[in-house]
């Protein structure tokens, strides 16, 4: 079934979870079906650079070169684009949550490690989900299959501490929740929320996308009345792109249900 109470087009499958965190709450359709998440699983490689930052043994300013092989790697992002070749790490990270950026991506992972990443998935508790390799224009025999796999219940178990402060250190938390509340891409699951992403008043969404051939992907944090964690994966054949967004789009209006119009101070 879909959040809308039917089931999702032809040709679209599908695993998502939403839960409300006050009271458990929420609706789930194969949650843990293991899917390609396409950008979403950067969502991991943000909280190993957070982790870092939290705990001193990495420093916002320390400067990273992007690589001829970061820039040619193409897809989403602006730094690529960019004359400049030296940024910071918090400028880095920015890239990687507002707008996915695939060169800061392989940057961040050539300075962080990739085992590094993975490790940070498997204390976090996450058997499914995990990076497996960096960002690459294409994708042959020697390379694994794709960037990021998962399910919709663990990236939900590990927002859900992050919502709370649980996760590693409170500071940690916090600069996850900050990046991912600068992401400018609201189209797919938050489109259906009610909210201004331009505006700090009113229902905050916090959230990271993903978007490949045959993948759609949304996870992120809700905070209206309530606050909900949600991660709703669509894998889809060729031709059925319109009705995967639609399918997330639909998640959203369960999203914005249990999360409520307004914030207030006892939510």
Known sequence: MSAAGGGPAAGVRIGALVRRLDDGRGISVDPDRVLRLASVGKVLLLGEVARRLADGTLAADRRVELLDEDREVGGTGLLGALSPRWWTVA???TAVAAVSDNAATNALLRLVTLDAVQDLACQAGLR???VHDRIRAERGPGVPETFAT???RELCAFLA??????????RA???LRDWLAGNTDHTLVA???????WSGDGVRVLNKTGTDTGVRADTGIVSGRHTVVYAVIAAFEPGAERAA???LRRW????????????????
């Open 91 to 93: 400028d880095l990270a």
């Open 245 to 247: 967004v639609a399918e």
């Open 252 to 267: 959203g209006t369960t999203v914005d249900r249990l999360a409520g119009a307004h914030r207030s101070d006892s939510s």
């Open 191 to 197: 489109d259906s929320i009610g909210h201004d992403p």
């Open 161 to 170: 501490d992050v919502a709370a402060g649980t996760w590693q250190r409170p």
């Open 173 to 175: 938390c916090a600069l």
């Open 150 to 152: 998962g399910t919709a």
């Open 128 to 130: 499914d989900t995990t």
